[in-house]
C-alpha cells in the first residue's frame, strides 16, 4: 500500500468550499481530510483550483460515441435515430468495441469522471449468435474501463422483446435487436450470473424499458438484482409512444407496472423519467426510486424536459448521465437540469450549486453501487476531480463562489486532475495511459464506418 498527500488549493466538501485542505491516502482510500492547511506539507501532490469528489456517469451508451455528428444532420425523432444507432451496433465486435469503450471512458477521464454506469445491452454477435465467451462484450467493457482507469458498474440489461403484446408475451425482436436478446429472461439470468465483481467494476442489472421486458418477466430481473443487493436500472417513460402503449396493452403507466412487478425500490433506478404523471411522481418518490437525468442527450432527442425538482422534493434521489454522449461533460448534465427548468418554470434557483455537485457525484455514485464513493472524507475512495479556477471561463470570481463558477460556466476542458484510487488518471489535463485521447477515439469510430 503507498501513502500519499494531496493538498487542495480549494475543495468542495459536500456543501461549502474551503481553501487549504490536505487528504492523506493510504493505498485507494482517504484516511485524513485536514482544513486551513495554508501551504502544501512537504512532499505532497497539490492540486490547483477547485477539487471536487470523483464525478459519476450514471447513465452511459459507450457505442452511442461513435453516433456524435452523425445524428446531429437533418431533422427526425428519437425512432429515427434509433436506426442509426443500429446500424453502428450491427458492426462492433467484442475488439472493436473494446477499442472504442477504451478511448471513450479515456474521454470520460479527462471530463472528470471517475464511474461509469453502462447500462449494457449489445450482448451477442450478428443475428444474436452468442460467443464463445457469452459475456464477450461486456468483458470488453470491463477491461476498457480499467485500460482507461475509471471504475464501472457494468449494468446487464435484459432485453427480450422488441415491443408490448401482454403480460405474457412481448414482440419478437427485429433482426438489429438480436445481438441484444438472449431469447427469454431466464437465459439472461444465468449468462448474467457468470459475471463477477473485480476492484474496479461492480455487477448491476437492468431492465431495458417495459417495451423490451415482458410485465410477467420483469420481477425475475428485479429478484435478480435484490438477491446481490446489485443497482437495477431502467429506462422508464423517455417517450409517450411507450407510455401509450403500456396504457393500450396493461391499462396503465410504465411506472406503474413497475411498481405492480416489486421493481421500484432504493436500489432501483430510472433514467430519463420524462413523462409522468403525478401518481408516478408519488410512486418513485414513495419508494425512494432514484432518477437519472440525461438532460444533453433528452435535447438532442427532442425527447422532452423531465420534471426533476417535482421528483426530488417527492423522495426521488437524483443522478445524471451522458447517455448517448451527445456530449461528456457531467458539469453540462448538470447545468442543463438547472436550466430547463427555468426555461419550463420562468424562474430561477431550483437547485443550488451544492445540490448540483451532490447529484453529480455521492447521489450518482449511491445510484451506481458505489456509496464509498463520491465524497471528501475519511474512508472514502480517493477518487478526486479538480476544475482550473484560471481559464477564460472560469477565472474572475471570488473563491467562495468557485463551486457556483464550476456549475454555471466551467466545462469538461476546465479539468485538469482526475484521480482515481489515489492514483493519478488524469495530470495537467493530459490522460496518462491514453497519451492520444483524440485520435484513439478517431481510429476507433473510423474502423465502424462502412
Known sequence: MTTETYWLEQAWLDTNVEPGVAVDVDGDRITAVRRGVDAPPPGATVLRGLTLPGLANAHSHAFHRALRGTVQVGSGTFWTWREVMYSVADRLTPESYHALARAVYAEMALAGITTVGEFHYLHHGPGGTPYADPNAMGEALIQAAADAGVRITLLD??????????????????????????GTTEAWAERASLLKDRPHARIGAAIHSVRAVPARQLGMVAEWAASRRSPLHVHLSEQTAENDACQTVHGCTPTQLLSDHGVLGARTTGVHNTHLTDQDIALLGGTTTGTCMCPTTERDL?????????????????????????????????RAMELNERLRSHTRGHWTAAALLRAATADGHAALGWPDAGVLEPGALADLTTIALDSVRTAGPVPRLAAETAVFAATAADVRHTVVGGRHVVRDGAHESVPDVASALTEAIAALRD
Open 302 to 334: 427532442a425527447d422532452g424536459i423531465g420534471p426533476a425538482v417535482r421528483l426530488q422534493r417527492a423522495g426521488s434521489p437524483l443522478s445524471l448521465g451522458s447517455d448517448s454522449h451527445a456530449v461528456i461533460d457531467i458539469l453540462e448534465e448538470a
Open 157 to 182: 440489461t435484459a432485453y427480450v422483446a422488441s415491443g408490448l403484446l401482454d403480460a405474457e408475451r412481448g414482440k419478437q425482436p427485429d433482426r438489429h435487436q438480436l445481438r441484444f436478446s438472449d
